[in-house]
């Protein structure tokens, strides 16, 4: 039986619960909240697992052999540092935090220990992302453009820049990690970003809520992609367009359809990619074969890089290197 922990007491906390649920192999055993109150209230729902205010008391206690870290951007404080030092492996949501410095400093951490990580970029699971891989390979890529268009969520600390990082390094890094994934790394990024409608409303709004942003991959091909959080709740439009030698490709969260002259072929998802995500994880802690794992601690610090980037280029108005961001 695999014993997991988890730090957060929030939606995603919530939501990987329900998703571990389906694993027969794994027990949830604790949760770390922001206050014991918290914490208490969140693990009443479970009676088999316990509330703690520290991590160091929830290592102490449990015989933990897996942590997943769902807090919001700011909150990392010094979680992942301590799972290494207790060689706990952990999957992280993304995005990995706010502060360069200190994503740098847990990158290199894990590096020089050969810690076992995941990172919350589930989309790369979804089995019709493989099949959007392999359509690729059979063709000449053209254009590419990406967009994450939605609402504000509610969470408070989404809406404040210093919290969040803001659009772009909240919600838009899928698209950015999926565009990395698919086509290659990327060598600069040119951002803009506007205020335009939130804060006018609430005047606690410090994040851009429409951004243009034009990516030059290493391969030479150029990648535009939008965002925005001006829409109600229930409207949004999140996906990839590609544009070949041969075929118009479109994926959506749950759709891929490949449009040709002659043809059109439809491929609807079938598996719940943040199953696989975590099948593949907890695999990993079982048997220690990390092959399964399509996004770990590295890679999930090269999509960060791509954010860092941008928010440069929105304050010094020129593409940025991704190489200007210190390895
Ligand atoms: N991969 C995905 O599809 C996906 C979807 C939603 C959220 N997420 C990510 O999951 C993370 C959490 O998001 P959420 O929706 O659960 O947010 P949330 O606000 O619902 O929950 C965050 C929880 O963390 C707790 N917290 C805050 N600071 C803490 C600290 N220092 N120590 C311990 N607990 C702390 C809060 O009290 C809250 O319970 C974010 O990074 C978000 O981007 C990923």
């Known amino acids: 039986m695999v014993k997991v922990g988890f730090?957060?007491?929030?939606g995603f906390t919530r939501h990987h619960v329900n998703i571990l649920s389906e694993l027969d192999n794994v027990h949830v055993v604790g949760f770390v909240g922001s206050s014991q109150k918290k914490a208490d209230a969140f693990a009443q729902q479970y009676p088999e697992a316990s509330g703690y205010d520290s991590?160091?008391?929830m290592i102490t206690r449990e015989q933990l052999d897996a942590v997943y870290i769902c807090v919001p951007p700011m909150g990392h404080e010094n979680y992942e540092e301590i799972l290494i030092e207790h060689n706990i492996?952990?999957?992280v949501e993304?995005?990995?935090g706010v502060k360069e410095e200190t994503v740098r400093e847990i990158k290199q951490k894990v590096k020089d220990t050969n810690h076992l990580t995941s990172v919350g970029y589930h989309f790369r699971y979804a089995d019709i992302i493989a099949t959007f891989k392999e359509l690729l390979k059979e063709q000449k890529v053209g254009a590419v453009s990406g967009k994450w268009m939605g609402s504000m969520p509610g969470v408070y600390w989404w809406k404040n820049q210093e919290q969040s990082g803001g659009q772009f390094n909240e919600q838009t890094t899928h698209i950015v990690d999926l565009i990395r994934y698919l086509f290659g790394e990327i060598q600069s990024v040119y951002a803009q970003e506007v205020n335009a409608v939130t804060a006018k409303a609430d005047p606690s709004v410090t994040v851009a809520d429409v951004g243009l942003f034009i990516l030059t991959l290493e391969n030479g091909l150029i990648v535009q992609i939008s965002n925005t959080s001006v829409m109600p709740d229930g409207l949004g439009d999140v996906g990839i367009q590609v544009y070949t030698d041969t075929s118009m490709?479109?994926?959506k969260m749950g759709h891929l359809e490949m449009k040709k002259v002659d043809k059109v072929e439809r491929?609807?998802?079938?598996?719940?990619p943040y199953l696989s995500e975590s099948k593949?994880?907890?695999h990993a802690v079982e048997t220690g074969d990390r092959s399964k794992i399509l996004s770990d601690y590295e890679e999930g610090w090269r999509s960060f890089k791509v954010a860092l980037a941008a928010e440069k280029s929105v304050t010094e108005k020129r593409a940025v290197p991704i190489s200007e961001i210190v390895e």
């Open 267 to 272: 491929f609807i998802a079938k598996k719940n």
């Open 280 to 282: 593949a994880f907890i």
């Open 89 to 91: 492996p952990f999957l």
């Open 55 to 57: 991590l160091e008391v």
């Open 7 to 10: 730090i957060g007491t929030g």
């Open 249 to 251: 490709i479109e994926w």
């Open 94 to 96: 993304k995005p990995l």
